[in-house]
């Protein structure tokens, strides 16, 4: 078995990795601090100044996040950190238009650098950075409304965030103030540890992958729009995962396709033969094809990832909550125990919408004889002559389904919608946040 990480040692790692994230972000307004100064400028253009430069250092270290370095992610949680990524590109975006605004306050003369025709290239650089920060910002937010399809937005993503990177270096160059001498050296280092990290994510890491390929072995259907596919390594020795973490998998193309998509082990760990199952959904262009992959097809696999997990968050008694598909690292978490013939109590709420979508109700059956485990299943459109719970899960029923509410640690998956009125209803019985562990189906 994977060793349990004690909360101890996740609250060190957690405090290192902000450590680090402040020192990346501070490192080019730290320039401003060291020799040589510029002398004799007023305090609202320092500070103007000053702003530009945390703009850089956070539009730089956005790369960092979003490039899944499992050991830096782990004490966090995958959503945390892509939600961190979407606060930090606002804050980038408020200080990359203020810098300039303080600088016109302080200099009105200095707004005909708005003036891309005549103005000098570094005013350019400046005018476009800005642009290209609040447009890919949009963007992002409007995605959905635009119906840009995802893997189009994340190859623009990347390349629009690499540009935009290179134009404020430029900019920040072409000024020269705190740049020049000893400093160029260091600010074009700091900068390309960024566009090193971008091709880490691009070149490295698929390389990495195509040197270790899995073939899917099994295909199996479990409900007419759910998928179980087997997973084992090609001529290595596989993944080590703990339970109830994911990994981002590419199906049938090649790793360097940006079309890797993220999914929860199924299984338990297979320390034996380093393999998995993931459980998947049809719901867009890539998962509606899902069952229609044949055994032998090749497939790259970027993880694990994750605090989703007991072993995490370790406990006297587990309350797991499902919504639908779910369910998948819970069963990935129940498997395990009863592997290891944990005895530790533990109660599931499974809810879905019909009886035909809860997956794995017949194994988990068979598993709540073997372990301390009471399930509660819970069916939005029931068939006639259903007995269990029916509707969505509230307050009144999670009180139904678990005795002494504070005794357990809370272990929710599901879409954003269940999460958000399960998170609500436990608030209200005044569950402590602290026990609530979230994996949200959903990234962007
Ligand atoms: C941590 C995590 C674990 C997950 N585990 C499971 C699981 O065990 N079983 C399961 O069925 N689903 C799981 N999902 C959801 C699954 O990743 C999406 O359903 C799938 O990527 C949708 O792809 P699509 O092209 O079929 O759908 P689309 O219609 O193209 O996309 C629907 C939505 O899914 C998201 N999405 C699409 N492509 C990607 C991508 N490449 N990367 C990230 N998000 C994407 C976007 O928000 C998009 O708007 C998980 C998601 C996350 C974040």
Redesign the pocket.
Known sequence: MAHRIGRQAYRRRAALGIAVYLALVLAPVSLMLLSPLEPGREFLREFAVALGFVAVGILGTQFAISARVGRLKAPYG?DAVYYFHRRMAFVALALVLTHPILLFVVTPDRVELLNVITAPWSARYAVATVLGVAGIVAISVWR?EVRLR?ELWRFSHGLGALTILVLAALHTLNTGVYTSDWKTHAFVAYAAIWVGTLGYIRVGKPLRQLRNPYRVTEVRQESPDVWTLTFRPDGHPGIRFRPGQ?AWVTIGRSPFSLT?????F?SSPDREHGGFD????E??????KIGEYPPGTMAYVDGPF?AFTTDRHTADRYAFIAGG?GI??IMSMIRDAAERGDPTPMVLVYGAAAKQDLVFSGELDELSQRLDLEITYVLENPPEGWDGEVGVITDDLLKRAIDDVDAYEYLICGPPAMIDGVERALGEMGVDRKLLHY??????
């Open positions: 995958i959905r995802y994911h890797e998509h993220p999914f929860s199924s993931m459980t998947i959904k719901l867009g262009d890539f998962t509606s994750g598909v998948t690292p994996e949200r189906f959903e990234i962007a």
